[in-house]
Structures are given as structure tokens and as C-alpha cells.
């Protein structure tokens, strides 16, 4: 599968779960401790966002602040909707290099980032709100075996918790790395 497909894929899936969310779900509590499901919602529609001109070649400066804050309006679901057709759109015709807070990226790498961000951000939503997630096998897969090189630097830059073990299976073992334990529910939380 490629990044393109699996992009499509991972923010598909993002959406459906956002579509599931109730009206009284959107304080509860998400995998991720310090964002309830509004800001994670939130978050992820605001990576979705950032694609459109960081895809078409421009900096973070040309963007400024005008993605901060509330993304989402009265509406999240159609917020996030528009943001992954637009985001999927815009892979159509994107450069070959971003350019990202760390410097320079070649768009395959920030996709790829992209995909892990929404496979997991997807299963925290979905279990956030009683959901059942779905994480397509190969994109888990191919998030794991992109994420071996990289883990050691998301974790030591802050950007994910502990590793957590979580037994033989694909997607709880990919959950794990990004410190996530497999059994979490917002009734534990």
C-alpha cells in the first residue's frame, strides 16, 4: 500500500469515528491525558489542515497562527470531514519536500508521519467513546515498520509516553510503542 493510500485510509477511518461521537462525548476522556475528545479531534484536524499548504510548498511563516485554536466550529464532524478530503486532495499534486519546524522534509516521510498520527489518534478516539476502532492491518504494518527507526526519537523528544507491552498482536504491539496500553477504556481512565 503507499502513503497515499494509506493516508486515505488512516483519515477515513479518523473521520468515522469522529462521525460516532455523541454530543455528551466530547469532554471525555482520551488515551491521551492532557486533550479530552474535543482536542484531540481538534488536533488532528488541525494536522489535516496544515497539509493543504505545506503540500502545495509553502512554510510554516507563510501559514502563521491562522490554524490555531478552534478548528472544529459548531460542527467537528463536517470540520473534520473537509479537512481529510482537502488534506487527500491535495497528496494529488503535493512537492517533493516540505517544509516542516525541524527544517526540510521529503513529503513521503511527512505523509508517513501523517498516517501514524491518525492510526493512532483513531484508536484513542475510538476507545475514547465506547467506539470500536478499526486499524486496517497493512497500514499497522506499514506505520510498525516505519515507527522501528524512529521510536528512540519520538520518545526521547517527548512526543510519546513509555513503551507499553501489550502482547502479540499486530496493531496492540504498534499501540505499545507509541505508549499506549491495548486495554485502556474511558471507564478506567
Partial sequence: MDVIEMHREAGTEFVRQV???KPDQWTAPTPCADWDV???VNHVVG????VVPLLAGRTIADVGDTLDGDLLGDDPAAAATRAAAEAQA???E????VHLSYGDEDTT???RQLVADLLIHGWDLAVAIGSTPHMHPEVVDEVAAWFEQRETMYRDGGAIAARVPNGP???ARLLGAFGRDASWTARGA
Fill in 19 to 21: 462521525e460516532a461521537v
Fill in 38 to 40: 474535543r482536542a484531540l
Fill in 47 to 50: 494536522e489535516e489542515r496544515w
Fill in 90 to 92: 491535495a497528496t494529488a
Fill in 94 to 97: 503535493a512537492v517533493p519536500v
Fill in 109 to 111: 516521510e511527512y505523509l
Fill in 169 to 171: 498482536d499486530p496493531a
